[in-house]
């Protein structure tokens, strides 16, 4: 009897565009180690040279927070008038921004 093929694992994709800019998700694939995922994400993401850079993080390893308790993780911002620009007195050198 012939068991089933066991599936790779999934790994989540980076691309940095150029020098100096962040890295942006830009899929996700499977492979066998991290050797292979950075081959395969130059190969499938990075096609027309539009790369510098590739990252690429197992799936499992990513650890995020519940979208579900988005209202208690992100809401309480509004009674906390110091984070908003408006809050701190600019010097007159300032006036750009």
Same mark, same amino acid.
């Given at each position: %009897?012939?068991?089933?093929?066991?599936?790779?694992?999934?790994?989540? /994709?980076? !691309?940095? =565009?150029?020098?100096?800019? *962040?890295?942006? @998700?830009? +899929?996700?694939?499977?492979?066998? *180690?991290?050797? %292979? =995922?950075?081959?395969?994400?130059?190969?499938? &993401?990075?096609? #027309?040279?539009? +790369?510098?850079? /590739?990252? !690429?993080? #197992? =799936?499992?390893?990513?650890?995020?927070?519940?979208?579900?308790?988005?209202?208690? &993780?992100? *809401?309480?911002?509004? *009674?906390? !008038?110091?984070? @908003?620009?408006?809050? &701190?007195?600019?010097?007159? =050198?300032?006036?750009? %921004?």
């Amino acid at each position: %009897m012939n068991q089933p093929a066991q599936e790779w694992p999934l790994w989540e /994709v980076f !691309v940095r =565009a150029r020098a100096g800019l *962040d890295h942006k @998700h830009c +899929g996700s694939l499977h492979a066998s *180690d991290a050797k %292979m =995922a950075i081959q395969m994400a130059r190969d499938v &993401y990075t096609r #027309r040279q539009e +790369g510098c850079s /590739v990252w !690429v993080v #197992r =799936a499992d390893h990513i650890t995020a927070s519940d979208p579900q308790n988005k209202e208690t &993780y992100f *809401d309480p911002a509004e *009674d906390k !008038v110091y984070r @908003h620009p408006s809050f &701190y007195r600019l010097p007159d =050198a300032v006036d750009h %921004m």
